[in-house]
């Protein structure tokens, strides 16, 4: 198993660089080349809402990207550190579902948009931030094929 990492101040001029990156390590992992567009629009939006909850949350930690290459699959984790909480926890600085967000609708959107691009996707929050890991299916490379 290979692990690509990129660590990013969250800057939105960053995220090309993190698309780009994705799309090279997915293509040489055995990503499928019609899958690829989808790869680089996935990882765009999720390195654009890490970006967004950073910035509106006033935190300097740097966004975490994971390319993971595993035998059948490829994997990717785009990782904050905005705090989340459950509704009704009044932890400071926490955001809780329940409670009224500008920035709601708009990481919403992200994520319906992520959904309908990856098939496989897992979204984690919590108290230390949060986690989106999308998975794409691998072909070995021609003439490694039994």
């Given at each position: 198993?290979?692990?690509?990492e990129?660590?990013?101040?969250?800057?939105?001029?960053h995220?090309?660089t993190?698309?780009?990156?994705?799309?090279?390590?997915a293509?040489r992992?055995?990503v499928?080349?019609a899958?690829?567009?989808?790869?680089?629009?996935?990882?765009g939006?999720a390195?654009?809402?890490?970006?967004?909850?950073?910035?509106s949350?006033?935190?300097?930690?740097p966004?975490?990207v994971?390319?993971i290459?595993?035998?059948?699959?490829?994997?990717?984790?785009?990782?904050?550190?905005?705090p989340?909480?459950?509704p009704g926890d009044?932890t400071p600085?926490?955001r809780g579902?329940g409670e009224p967000?500008?920035?709601?609708?708009?990481?919403?959107m992200?994520?319906?948009?992520i959904?309908g691009l990856?098939?496989?996707v897992?979204?984690?929050?919590g108290?230390h931030?949060?986690l989106?890991?999308m998975?794409?299916?691998?072909?070995?490379?021609?003439?490694?094929v039994?």
């Open positions: 198993m290979a692990t690509v990129l660590r990013f101040s969250a800057l939105p001029e995220v090309r993190a698309r780009l990156v994705a799309a090279a390590v293509r992992s055995g499928d080349e899958v690829l567009d989808e790869v680089r629009l996935a990882v939006e390195c654009t809402r890490a970006v967004g909850l950073h910035q949350g006033g935190i300097a930690a966004v975490r994971s390319l290459e595993e035998e059948k699959q490829f994997s990717i984790e785009v990782g904050d550190e905005a989340r909480a459950a009044k600085g926490a579902a967000d500008t920035d709601a609708e708009e990481d919403e992200g994520l319906a948009v959904s990856v098939d496989d897992e979204v984690t929050a108290q931030g949060g989106i890991r998975s794409w299916p691998t072909t070995p490379p021609a003439g490694l039994p």
